[in-house]
């Protein structure tokens, strides 16, 4: 079945020392986005890639960064994790269709605890 | 900017009806509903484009009204299935990746 995929589900990692969360997906899929949830909250867009073209959201921190070497994967790196970066991260996809819809699907996400 | 959901929170017994709305100071686009069990990730429901669509299936719904610039969501018959939290993900643009996510509304249903 075509879907996206996050590995790891559950990623435990120190202060300060650098992380990295992937995404694949089969839908092949032209663009891809990163959210950061905090319990309660509603995920908050990091930045997308439309192909390749990178676009940041003004508010995502410099300590965050991504990779897309190809069509199918992505790649969020945290340099220095805090605290305040513990949170669920979701990776979606989308496809602007001929109808100019552009639904987005969603992995399964991962879980990033800091300690 | 951030859609304005309301209520922030809804408590069902099974085979109520419920509305979610969801409302924004901006002209939109489209409007996206998502519904989210806890600790899973958020499931696609509908989208809804510029020209008031209304869309469903099952018992669940929704309406947009471009003019007042929101969005209603309901769902008729409640069943437990549907508990989880209601997002609606707003879209100014036809350009992709500037959806912004209301703060959710958690709908519970009982038995």
């Known amino acids: 079945d075509a879907m996206v995929i996050q590995n790891p589900r559950y990623q435990v990692t120190q202060f300060g020392k650098p992380v990295t969360l992937s995404c694949s997906q089969t839908l092949n899929h032209n663009v891809m986005y990163w959210y950061q949830q905090k319990s309660s909250q509603a995920p908050k867009l990091l930045f997308h890639y439309y192909d390749k073209d990178f676009n940041n959201e003004a508010d995502t921190p410099d300590n965050f960064q991504s990779r897309r070497p190809n069509t199918s994967f992505c790649f969020l790196d945290i340099r220095s994790p805090g605290l305040g970066d513990a949170a669920m991260y979701l990776c979606?996809?989308?496809?602007?269709?001929?109808?100019?819809?552009?639904?987005?699907?969603f992995g399964p996400g991962t879980r990033l605890l800091v300690l | 900017q951030q859609p304005v959901q309301s209520p922030q929170a809804v408590i069902l017994r099974e085979g109520e009806d419920a509305v979610i709305n969801c409302s924004s100071s901006k002209a939109l686009y489209s409007v996206h509903w998502y519904r989210q069990k806890h600790g899973e990730a958020p499931v696609f429901l509908m989208i809804?484009?510029?020209?008031?669509e209304q869309k469903g299936h099952d018992k669940i719904s929704a309406s947009f009204n471009e003019k007042k610039q929101q969005s209603s969501l309901y769902l008729t018959a409640s069943q437990l299935s549907y508990s989880g939290t209601y997002f609606c993900?707003?879209?100014?643009?036809?350009?992709?990746?500037?959806?912004?996510f209301g703060d959710g509304t958690t709908l519970t249903v009982k038995p």
């Open positions: 993900g707003t879209e100014r643009t036809t350009n992709a990746g500037k959806s912004t």
């Open positions: 979606a996809t989308s496809i602007p269709a001929a109808g100019r819809e552009e639904t987005q699907y």
């Open positions: 809804l484009l510029k020209g008031g």
